[in-house]
C-alpha cells in the first residue's frame, strides 16, 4: 500500500456513464486532485465487458482490461473504485479487493443493501476504507452526514425521494396531466429510465438505497427485503388533480422512522405531501432527503440524484478523501450485523410490519351514483376504526349511472384500513377501489 508521497494507483472497475466520468476527472483533473491531496494519483486498470467497443477518446494502449485479476490481484493497485452496478458479481470482487488489503469506494446501492455490514466489518478488519456516498442519493452528501456530521444525533426520522426516474415521471404526470403509461415512455426516450424501468417504477432501487440510509441512520441492518415497497404505475391523472384540491402533492417516499417501541418502520410508497412542504416542491430527476434527529431538528439536503456528472461527484469525493488519508486509517466503523441490535436495544427483524403503520388515508372509488352509497361506505369503514375526515363526489358519469367518491381519512391502523376496503369492494354499489395512497403530514 502506498504511503508518503508514491504515486496512487487506482484499478477502476466498470467504465459506463459514471465509470467514463471517474476516469476523465482523474485525467482531466490531475494538477488539481494532488494540489488537493498532495498526491499523484492515476488510472492504472479499467475493467470493461468490450476492449473492441469505440471510446472517445480513445483510452491508452494497456489501459483496458476483460479480467478482474488485473485489477484484484495487481499489488501495484491501492484503490479499487467500482461502478459496473449489480450484486453480482461486484459484490464478490469487492470482498476480494477488500480482503487484499485495498481501498475501495463504491456507488453500488444494492451490494450496500445486501451485503453492506459484512463488507464493512472486513474491511475494518483489514484496516482498509470502504466509502459508498454515491451508492445514496448521488450527488446529494448524505452518507457522509450519517456517519459523521448528524452522528451524535439520535435520529427520529429520514424522509426522502432518492429516485429520479420516479420523481421524473410523477411530475409531469402532475403538470401535464399525462398518464402514467405517457410519462414513462417520455422518461425513457429522454434517458432517465431503463428499457426495463422495474426496479424505479416499483420502488425496488428506492429500498436499496433506503436500507443504506436507514442502517445508518437508526445504527442497525434493516435488510430491504423488510422494507414495504409500492410502486407508482397505479397512480391516475385524476389523482393529482384530486390531491392538488386537498392541497397535496404527490410523491414517491422511501420513509424510516423510529416508533415508541423502537422499532423502525421501514417503507417506500406514494404519498399525498403537504402542498407547502419542502418535498412537495422536488421536481424533475431532483432528489432530497428529510432528517430529524434530537439535536440538528429538521434538515433537508437537495440535489441531483442521479447522473455522470453528480455520481462522478460524489465517487471522487470518496475517492479524494482515501487518497488524503492514506497512511492514517483503521477501517470505517462497521455497520450491525443482521440480528444484531441498534442504539434502542432492538433487533433489525423488529422492522414494523406496515399493517401496524398509522397514517392518514386517501381512498378514491368509482361507485353507484345513487343515494345510500356513502351510507354503506361509511358504515363499514366506522365498524374498521376508521374515521372519515372529508368526502367529496367527482367525475360523475351519467351514461354509466357512476361517480367517483375520494375519501380521506383520519389516522387510522393500515391493517384496519386494508380488511375494511376489502369488504367495501365487496358491496354491489361499488364498481371498484381505484387507488388507496397514505397521506404524509
Known sequence: MAT???????????????????????????????????????????????????????????????????????????????????????????????????????ANKEVMARRGPALLALAQERRVNLLFEASAG????????????LLANDIRSVRSIINGTTNYILTRMARQQAPFADALSEAQ????????????????????????????AFHRAIPHQSIYTEGISRLAPE??????????????????????DGAVCARVHPVLVPEDHLLAKVDGVY??????????????????????????????????????GLGNTGGPPPLPQPNDTGRHGVADSDVQPIGELSSAYYMRLTCADQAGVLAQIARILGDGNISIATVIQKDTDP???????????????????????????????????????????
Open 4 to 106: 508518503g508521497n508514491e504515486e496512487i494507483n487506482i484499478g477502476l472497475m466498470g467504465l459506463g456513464t459514471v465509470g467514463g466520468g471517474v476516469a476523465a476527472s482523474l485525467v482531466e483533473n490531475a494538477e488539481a486532485i494532488k494540489r488537493k491531496t498532495g498526491r499523484t494519483v492515476q488510472l492504472r486498470r479499467a475493467l470493461v465487458r468490450d476492449i473492441s467497443r469505440h471510446r472517445d477518446p480513445e483510452p491508452p494502449d494497456g489501459l483496458l482490461t476483460t479480467n478482474p485479476e488485473d485489477i484484484l490481484a495487481d499489488p501495484a493497485i491501492d484503490i479499487v473504485v467500482e461502478v459496473m452496478g449489480g450484486d453480482t458479481p461486484a459484490g464478490e470482487y469487492l470482498e476480494r479487493a477488500l480482503v487484499a488489503g485495498k481501498h475501495v469506494v463504491t
Open 287 to 324: 432528489n432530497a432527503v428529510e432528517v430529524t434527529g434530537d439535536l440538528c431538528g429538521q434538515i433537508i439536503l437537495h440535489g441531483q440524484g442521479a447522473g455522470r456528472d453528480a455520481t462522478t461527484s460524489a465517487v471522487m469525493g470518496d475517492l479524494l478523501n482515501i487518497v488524503r
Open 189 to 216: 426516450s429522454l434517458g432517465y429510465a431503463e428499457a426495463d424501468p422495474t426496479n424505479d417504477v416499483e420502488g425496488i432501487d428506492a429500498a436499496y438505497k433506503l436500507s443504506v440510509l436507514g442502517s445508518l
Open 138 to 149: 448521488g450527488g446529494i452528501p448524505i452518507v457522509g452526514c450519517l456517519m459523521s456530521q
Open 239 to 260: 389523482d393529482f388533480r384530486y390531491a392538488a384540491e386537498l392541497g397535496y402533492a404527490i410523491k414517491s417516499l422511501a420513509i424510516a422512522a423510529a416508533q415508541p
Open 399 to 441: 351514461g354509466g349511472g357512476t361517480a367517483q367518491l375520494v375519501i380521506t381519512s383520519y389516522p387510522s391502523r393500515e391493517a384496519d384500513v386494508q380488511t375494511a376496503l376489502a369488504a367495501v369492494a365487496k358491496l354491489d354499489v361499488v364498481v371498484s377501489v381505484n387507488n388507496l395512497i397514505r397521506i404524509e403530514e
